[in-house]
């Protein structure tokens, strides 16, 4: 148990469908990111939330929305996806954005048909 | 353009055998090089190396840095079958408050009984 959930571990939806994915962290971390990995790709950071506020956008398409009310929850709202954006999407949080080793939710499979 | 490089990209073994596995780099402002072992879905934490020369242990895992010729290494030793998974490497490059770990493709590691 990693002190990272995410839920769903599997999404399957059509383009025109809007979803969104969860992630909670019980570790008391202050920040949480959003990555994206795909078959024969380094993980890629989508998103970096400190103390609730959004410091990194990695040129996310808007079709990604994340959002984070509390430190200890993220989201990541999908609308009008594409059929590459199919991947395994996870979260991650540290103690401090700046210092600290990153640790890992089990991901969401998501499949965009 | 800051690069993560490791090798190889798969590998078969038998169990008992040991193995090295390798990242390089090529970051500005380097901080640190992290090991992460992903198994299924989450990426876990398995060690994070800031100065050279000096060996990280934990069981049959260790794993050095070398900052002048800009590599790691992470070796296995008495491989079992529950070692099977994706290694990946991320290096660290100064970034003021936040952390954009440059990652590699992963050595995906098979150990057969």
């Known amino acids: 148990e990693t002190g990272v959930t995410q839920t769903p571990r599997h999404l399957v939806m059509g383009m025109t469908n809007k979803k969104s994915l969860k992630c909670e962290q019980h570790l008391g971390h202050n920040a949480m990111y959003w990555y994206k990995q795909s078959a024969k790709k380094p993980l890629e950071l989508m998103f970096v939330?400190?103390?609730?506020?959004?410091?990194e956008n990695n040129s996310v398409p808007s079709r990604f929305s994340p959002e984070c009310p509390n430190s200890s929850h993220l989201f990541l709202h999908l609308h009008t996806l594409q059929p590459e954006d199919s991947a395994l999407y996870l979260c991650a949080s540290s103690q401090d954005p700046g210092v600290d080793t990153q640790y890992f939710g089990p991901g969401t499979r998501l499949t965009v048909l | 353009e800051d690069k993560v490089v490791q090798s190889p990209l798969s590998l078969v073994v038998h169990e008992g055998d040991t193995v090295t596995l390798n990242c390089s780099y090529e970051v500005t402002n380097f901080r640190s090089l992290l090991w992460y072992k992903q198994e299924k879905k989450a990426p876990t934490f398995l060690f994070m190396l800031?100065?050279s020369g000096i060996e990280k242990k934990s069981g049959r895992l260790s794993s050095i840095l070398d900052k002048k010729e800009l590599f790691s290494i992470l070796n296995i030793t008495a491989t079992q079958t529950g070692d099977s998974a994706i290694y990946l490497c991320a290096a660290d490059p100064y970034a003021g408050n936040n952390r954009k770990l440059i990652w590699g493709l992963g050595t995906s590691l098979a150990v057969n009984p």
């Open positions: 800031t100065s």
């Open positions: 939330y400190n103390f609730k506020e959004q410091t």
